[in-house]
């Protein structure tokens, strides 16, 4: 069963810093992917270092796409079985599937870290950069984004249910 947002957008609402970020990431990859086509097609000339850009960009945009749709609680969920629970149940199953989210971002940090540490040392093959920093690097940095916006819903959820039994 899907569920509409029930906070719609304000019209007027200014984006977010992350948005913006997402936003411009996604016409960095636009305009270097027609840029490509431009020099494909009619010079007859690829460029050898934007496949290997739009790719390192594409990932970035993903994992911080991932940690900002924990703050905006858009992430996918199937709730038939949550919505089957009686209602005073569901602040609760709200709240533990919280902190299971935020515990699985925490991993990810760390693991993302070792991996960051572990595969030091390689350069991207066109355009010569530090594959661990600029590639593998942006799961540590948007998990810790994401273990944020998790205890900020965890801390939002928490007072609603304190306030609730007041």
């Known amino acids: 069963m899907i569920k509409k947002r029930k906070e ?5 609402q200014l984006l977010t810093p992350g948005d913006k970020t997402i936003a411009l990431i ?14 494909r097609y009619i010079f007859n000339n690829s460029l050898s ?3 290997e850009l739009i790719r390192f960009l594409f990932v970035w945009l993903t994992f911080l796409g991932g940690a900002l749709a924990i703050n905006n609680k858009s992430h996918i969920a199937v709730e038939f ?4 629970l009686p209602v005073k149940y569901l602040k609760y199953t709200k709240i533990f599937n919280l902190i299971l989210i935020t515990a699985f971002f925490a991993s ?6 070792c991996w ?22 942006a799961l540590p940095l948007t998990s810790m984004l994401g273990v ?3 205890i900020k819903r965890l801390k939002e959820n928490w007072s609603e249910l304190k306030d609730k039994k007041q």
Do not use: C, T
Request: glycine share 12%; proline share 2%; net charge negative.
């Open 8 to 12: 719609s957008l304000d019209k007027n």
């Open 26 to 39: 996604f016409g960095v990859i636009v305009s270097i992917m027609f840029i490509q086509v431009v020099f």
């Open 49 to 51: 270092w934007s496949e």
């Open 81 to 84: 079985f949550i919505e089957l």
């Open 108 to 113: 990810m940090v760390v693991i993302g870290g």
């Open 116 to 137: 960051v540490y572990h595969s030091r040392g390689l350069q991207s093959s066109a355009l010569g950069l530090p594959v661990n920093i600029v590639l593998y690097g």
């Open 148 to 150: 944020w916006y998790g």
